[in-house]
């Protein structure tokens, strides 16, 4: 009995060391890990540099009809909003008195005309009765008197003519340009003030204009001379659209800087762009301020803030994570233009300090590098 119950006692010893031997075991950790980071290749590619401004699309000619002649609107000869060209009769006001006014000169200038013959010929007849001493010399200038005076109505009343001639020409109001005309602003029955009623408008339908102000700091590093602008290529994007695709060219630049907002205004000319592009509406421009190169670009995400400079965590080949400073270049989308501090290849944290800091040993996952290398492309050329 004591033998056996010894038995039972040297068993439950062993079970109850094994039982410690494994809880030892369990109880004791293991190396921890590197965490796992998200790390990208600085990759090198070509950019294009570009500025993006709001503007206005405008017309090349616009026109806000006036007539030139007081009067009162007898017909209205076109269908709004239609194509109209130039010298097609728009608008025709009445007439009349100027037509009656046109014949009284008339009728005067024949009588006058006919006192200036009868004039001239009694002064001819006074130069030869001179000679010969058959009249006063006193008697010969009055004939010459008389026939100035005569030619002088002549020229007055041909000159009145002349004017009311115009004057009846102005009733018949006609398209100066090409373009599309608007609504009647004045129908007819209605008078209308000499230079001062609109009629209607014209805006040309074939160029367009998107004049835009650029700051001085951008002018001078990139162009600083007139020269120099003319014939960059810009792109237009209207609301709603995502892409650019409206392309144009500077065509003009100011001749001076305005000193309230330092800034000088430059003109972009889309040629051809028709009903494309209407006249007020709101439009970005994107303009190519210099020609492409090869930059270094990473993720904009991956460029951390420490007061006033910019870093990127780099990684070494061992897992160690370093604070880089960068100086940084223009935003390409999602990506950052790298100027300094960087080399093509280099790995880097791809979200900056967001879960890891500098002197840390990391495990790096690699993002795909084909994918950054066409986000970069993308973003430097679809301009």
Known sequence: MNLRLSAVLVLAGFILSGCENASSSQDTPG??????VEVVTAVQTLVKS????????????NVMLRPRISGVIDRVLFVEGEEVTKGDVLFQLDGRQLEAKVSQLQSELARAQAALDQAENESRRASRLLVRKAISEELAEERESDRQQARAIVSSLRAQLREAELNLS????RSPINGVVSRANITAGNTVSANQSVLTSITSNQDRYAYFDMDERTWYRFFSVRERALGSVVRIQLTGEGSFPHVGQIDFVDNSINIDTGT????????GSGEALVPGAFARLQVSIAEAEQKIVVPDRAVATDLNSRFVLTVSDSGETRYTPVKTGERLGALRVIEQGLSPGDTLVANGVAKVGPDMT???VLLDEAQLQATAQHSSVGS
């Open 31 to 36: 190396e921890p890990q590197p965490p796992s």
């Open 50 to 61: 570009q500025k993006k401004y709001t503007t206005r699309i405008e017309a090349t000619e």
């Open 170 to 173: 102005y009733t018949i109001i």
């Open 264 to 271: 000088i205004r430059l003109r972009a000319l889309i040629a």
């Open 362 to 364: 990391i495990t790096p």
